[in-house]
Nanobody, 126 residues
Framework: QVQLLESGGGLVQAGGSLRLSCVTS????????MGWFRQAPGKERDFVAA????????YYGDSVKGRFTISRDNAKNTVYLQMNSLTPDDTAVYYC???????????????????WGQGTSVTVSL
């Protein structure tokens, strides 16, 4: 089992920034691809970003490319999501998730991920 705990969400004005963190415990963190997904009220869960075991490969959803950056620190069992130039469309609950393996577009599929955090809420106001 892998336990994931997100933090860093909150209320921010449009144009601002937030950094989300996801700390994991349980099995070896570096054995997992880590992803971030988000779900706005009444909408499906969307892929945001993913990062490979070593951090050498990263993947982003089209709506966040150039604004969000995913990173990981395997020594701290933590994955981060730096979010810049936020807009109200980024308002959602953000979830981190762990997958044994994926690459490329396979990482966009939330059903692949075996473990999920409880989510952290991000609200972007005008």
């Amino acid at each position: 089992q892998v336990q994931l705990l997100e933090s860093g969400g909150g209320l921010v004005q449009a144009g601002g920034s937030l950094r989300l963190s996801c700390v994991t415990s349980g099995r070896t963190f570096s054995n997992y691809v880590m992803g971030w997904f988000r779900q706005a009220p009444g909408k499906e869960r969307d892929f945001v970003a993913a990062i490979s075991w070593t951090g050498a490969s990263t993947y982003y959803g089209d709506s966040v490319k150039g604004r969000f950056t995913i990173s990981r620190d395997n020594a701290k069992n933590t994955v981060y999501l730096q979010m810049n130039s936020l807009t109200p469309d980024d308002t959602a609950v953000y979830y981190c998730a762990a997958d044994n393996y994926c690459s490329g577009s396979l990482c966009y599929d939330f059903s692949r991920y075996d473990y999920w955090g409880q989510g952290t809420s991000v609200t972007v106001s005008l």
